[in-house]
């Protein structure tokens, strides 16, 4: 059962989850910003290279679900709160790398609760400074992205390749 008032936006890389992000922001919305993104971002600063900051994968991994871990339990679930990626995002990398059989992700995602999930589709794929996804990964990420929310009971609103603001207009609809 839930009873919070969080949504995510999740989606492949390269869907469109930031800009969205970024257009709740502007209209007053509360967000949170992609752990992965914000963890990478944080360890550039410190003058690590990407490829060692994702040298091990799974550590890698582990250290994002431990950040949306420790995000989620610092915000009030009455407050209306928008996720760039819930933590059943990482049960969905973990399986791509083979490893979702992790129990600390599993207890995770269990407990892991939204009051609805906006799966976007996918774009054209783009390569920047963060993403080691190749565009068959891509592909996967978004089905693996599916298959992990249906399967813990989530409210999966799928919204596929429009516009942003028709993207935003169908999000804020759905409220």
């Known amino acids: ?13 390269h869907s469109g989850k930031t800009t969205l ?7 007053g919305y509360k967000v949170v910003l992609e752990a992965a993104r914000v963890y990478i971002d944080e360890e550039m600063e410190e ?5 060692e900051i994702r040298k091990d994968e799974l550590a890698f991994q582990r250290k994002v679900l431990e950040l949306k871990i420790e995000n989620e339990k610092k915000e009030s679930p009455n407050e209306i709160i928008f996720w ?10 973990y399986e791509m790398l083979g490893f979702a059989k992790d129990k600390f992700l599993q207890e995770a995602t ?5 009051k609805k ?6 774009l054209s794929y783009e390569k920047d400074y963060a ?18 929310y249906r399967q813990h009971g989530h409210k ?12 935003l207009r169908i999000i804020l609809e759905s409220l």
Not at 84 to 93: H, K, T, V
Not at 131 to 141: A, C, G, P, V, Y
């Open 1 to 13: 059962m839930n009873n919070n008032n969080w949504y995510v936006i999740t989606g492949a890389p």
């Open 21 to 27: 992000i970024e257009m709740l922001r502007d209209l």
């Open 47 to 51: 003058g690590k290279a990407l490829e």
């Open 84 to 93: 760039d990626r819930g933590i059943p995002d990482s049960l969905a990398y």
């Open 110 to 114: 269990e407990k892991a609760k939204y």
């Open 117 to 122: 999930v906006f799966l976007l589709g996918t």
């Open 131 to 148: 993403r080691t996804e190749s565009e068959d990964q891509q592909k996967l990420i978004h089905e693996l992205l599916k298959k992990a």
């Open 156 to 167: 999966l609103v799928e919204i596929e390749n429009v516009g942003p603001k028709e993207r």
